[in-house]
């Protein structure tokens, strides 16, 4: 065809592929679990793959942590708190700085990791998991000799052993949400990763054997559901989840009645709220940000889209075109804005999710995309015509799904903003900084970003209401669920 039968409008741009490099990444082929300070073989042998999502593919194998494997890491843990607490707040300090800086020189290594066990894109865990895990041991090394003025001047002893149980979609980023202050504040720790990312949480294992950290003061127990149980049934003194919320009612029920602490970081469905005076390209990007970031496995998401209606038709047709241009595929190349999703049953619940969004009338749009013929995807989704009550607007996906509903008056976006069992985050899109002051001081959510969505910083205190669960982590704030104080 000669170059002028060629609309000018027909002329694409495309990327060429940059896939990162995996080659100078050094995985075992299997990993024992990590308790006293050594990897060690799981009592009865039993070993499971963990698999890249994008693939399906084996990426390394793990042990499998049974109830006695479980007990023998907080009986490592339990030795080892004495001394640990013992030691001045300077001296914890440089074990956590240590942490930090080694997360810093094997980033590259560790980002490799995290997008090939879970499938996030590679300029995510590149630029912000990674980042953000080592910022906050730095920022809670800052701490380990402060605790007293991060508790407003009271004595404050800590907890002692504390199970830890964290989720699948940051994997690293949520263990050092939970590590670091537990560690900063005299505590020992076993946490348990989730069964289908466990890799980086072994390599932080490996950091903690590089650097120097006492034997027993970080157990890691890699396995399932029933590991995670039975560590909540042992003999901690602390429990701190980040998951569903309805493993932490299960969690919160076996707990009651032992006098063992608890901080629940549960699920979302939260808010982003778009008023007509907002500045639209630029709340555009963020619902994208809001949504989209992770593959929407983002238990703050901002998944319900409050549009006002005087701007909804524009709002919406901005972001359908915007996401007409995201890139779903190979998690290792820098170009991918959206990876596969964490696992087969994830992918079911999006589908069984959307499929009820179809039956109960909502409007679907799904961007056309070529993705690879193994793994799981999902490709980004809007909803429009979504009334209050449909499933798409009350439960949380977990995936790259945005649900829109309108508002007129400020007052309706409060209260519709405000009717969801949840109360994790929120968003707020407004020229009018009394408006926003006004509208975040109504809602009931633990986060609210003025114009900007999913920002985090270990400076600031991270948590729920309601079904989203209690306590803090981040900040001076994220140092309490450690600590009693008394
Ligand atoms: P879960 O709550 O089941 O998993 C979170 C962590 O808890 C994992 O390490 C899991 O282990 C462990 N676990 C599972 N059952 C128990 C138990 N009875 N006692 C102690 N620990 C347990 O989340 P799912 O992975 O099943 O995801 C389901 C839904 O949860 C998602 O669709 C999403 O809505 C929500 N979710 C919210 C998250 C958040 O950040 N708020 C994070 C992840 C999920 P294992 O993985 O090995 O089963």
């Known amino acids: 065809m000669a170059a002028t039968d060629t609309p000018r409008t027909r002329i694409t741009w495309d990327y060429a592929p940059a896939p990162e490099s995996p080659d100078h990444v050094r995985l075992r082929d299997s990993y024992g679990l990590f308790i006293g300070g050594e990897f060690v073989d799981p009592r009865d042998g039993k070993r499971v793959p963990s698999i ?31 001394a640990w607490a013992k030691l001045p707040g300077r001296e914890r300090a440089k074990y956590v700085f240590r942490i930090a800086r080694l997360i810093q020189e094997r980033s590259r290594e560790l ?32 701490w380990a000799d402060k605790l007293a003025y991060g508790v407003g001047g009271r004595s404050a002893v800590p907890y002692g052993v ?35 990312t466990p890799l980086s949480a072994l390599l932080l294992a490996e950091i903690c054997q590089e650097a120097e950290v006492p034997a027993g003061v970080v157990n890691i127990v890699t396995g399932d559901g029933s590991t995670g149980a039975a560590l909540v049934r042992s003999d901690v003194d602390k429990v701190a989840f980040t998951g569903s919320t309805a493993v932490g009612k299960d969690i919160q029920a076996a707990l009651a009645g032992r006098g063992v602490g608890l901080t629940l970081e549960l699920g979302g469905k939260s808010a982003n709220i778009v008023f007509e005076d907002a500045a639209i390209d630029q709340a555009v990007e963020g619902i994208v940000q809001g949504i989209f970031f992770n593959q929407g496995h983002v238990c703050c998401a901002g998944s319900r889209l409050l549009i006002q209606e005087s701007v909804a038709d524009d709002v919406t047709k901005k972001l359908w075109d915007r996401m007409r241009l995201l890139r779903v595929g190979d998690p ?104 926003a002051f006004e509208v975040a001081a109504a809602l009931k959510a633990g986060v609210i970003w003025q114009n900007t969505y999913n920002k985090f910083d270990p400076t600031a205190a991270f948590g729920g209401y309601k079904e989203s669960g209690f306590g803090r982590e981040g900040g001076a704030a994220g140092l309490r669920p450690y600590l009693r104080v008394t």
């Open 332 to 435: 290792l190349d820098k170009n991918t804005d959206v990876g596969a999703i964490n696992s087969a049953e994830q992918l079911e619940r999006i589908e069984e999710l959307v499929e009820a969004g179809v039956q109960e009338g909502a409007v679907r749009r799904s961007i056309a995309c070529d993705v690879p013929e193994r793994g799981w995807w999902f490709p980004p989704t809007i909803f429009t015509e979504v009334a209050p009550a449909h499933r798409i607007a009350v439960e949380e996906i977990f995936g790259p799904v945005v649900s829109v509903l309108t508002f007129r008056t400020q007052a309706e976006a409060i209260e519709k903003a405000n009717n969801s069992p949840y109360g994790l985050a929120a968003g707020i899109w407004t020229d009018k900084g009394s408006k």
């Open 162 to 196: 504390v199970g830890q149980v964290v989720p699948w979609n940051f994997p690293l980023l949520m263990a050092a949400w939970k590590l670091a202050p537990a560690l900063a504040c005299g505590n020992t720790a076993v946490l348990k990763p989730a069964e289908t």
């Open 52 to 82: 890249n999502p994008a693939t399906e593919e084996p990426v390394a194998e793990v042990a499998f942590a049974g109830e006695a494997d479980v007990e023998a890491a907080v009986e490592a843990a339990r030795a080892a708190q004495h």
């Open 111 to 142: 980002a490799i990791v995290e997008s090939l066990d879970g499938g996030k894109p590679i300029r995510e865990s590149r630029d912000v998991d990674i980042p953000l895990a080592a910022a906050h041991f730095f920022h809670y090394a800052g």
